[in-house]
Nanobody, 125 residues
Framework: QVQLVESGGGSVQAGGSLRLSCKTS????????MGWFRQAPGKEREVVAT????????YYADSVKGRFTISQDNAKNTLYLQMNSLKREDTAMYYC??????????????????WGQGTQVTVSS
């Protein structure tokens, strides 16, 4: 079955950087999109960035534009999120997600049918 396993979370000071990874397995269909979402305590889960793996189109939440970069390595079946200039408000549990679709870039939580277990990112001042 489809599996997504995140890694790379941790604690960092404001202004620092982290790179999250999401290793995927269990599927062969090559038209899909992936994304990173996050959920802070007491808040709803929100989209951070998504990418259509068939063509590279990307979407970023306004709050992370210019600071975060989503990318993929198809050979390694791995999705990345490079996070630079981290702020305290970036503190959250970060989730990797996958959805199947042709020429479609999902940006809503309901677009994605498969989720990882999450990795915690904590930014301190």
């Amino acid at each position: 079955q489809v599996q997504l396993v995140e890694s790379g979370g941790g604690s960092v000071q404001a202004g620092g950087s982290l790179r999250l990874s999401c290793k995927t397995s269990g599927y062969t269909y090559n038209r899909y999109y992936m994304g990173w979402f996050r959920q802070a305590p007491g808040k709803e889960r929100e989209v951070v960035a998504t990418i259509y793996t068939g063509g590279g189109s990307t979407y970023y939440a306004d709050s992370v534009k210019g600071r975060f970069t989503i990318s993929q390595d198809n050979a390694k079946n791995t999705l990345y999120l490079q996070m630079n200039s981290l702020k305290r408000e970036d503190t959250a549990m970060y989730y990797c997600a996958l959805g199947f679709g042709y020429l479609y870039l999902g940006i809503k939580e309901t677009d994605f049918g498969y989720w990882g277990q999450g990795t915690q990112v904590t930014v301190s001042s």
